[in-house]
């Protein structure tokens, strides 16, 4: 069975720290933002909505980057 931290050619994958601090920072930015807006009307800001958005999903994506050692 082939282990999971190597790949088809037996290198060990290398896990970029970049995907886990930006990964991080996007998520909790992108969570701020989604909660300051909850307490303003949404219908004001429709781009500050997409935006935050936008950066928990790019977050969780560098997230994944990280996990899977992309």
């Known amino acids: 069975m082939e282990n999971n931290n190597e790949n088809i050619n037996g290198v060990p994958k290398k896990k970029n720290i970049w995907n886990l601090v930006l990964g991080l920072l996007f998520l909790i930015y992108g969570s701020y933002r ?16 997409i935006l935050a958005i936008g950066f928990i999903a790019f977050g969780l994506y560098d997230l994944w980057k990280y996990n899977k050692g992309l």
Do not use: R
């Open 34 to 49: 989604l909660y300051v807006l909850s307490e303003n009307n949404f219908q004001d800001d429709t781009l500050g909505l």
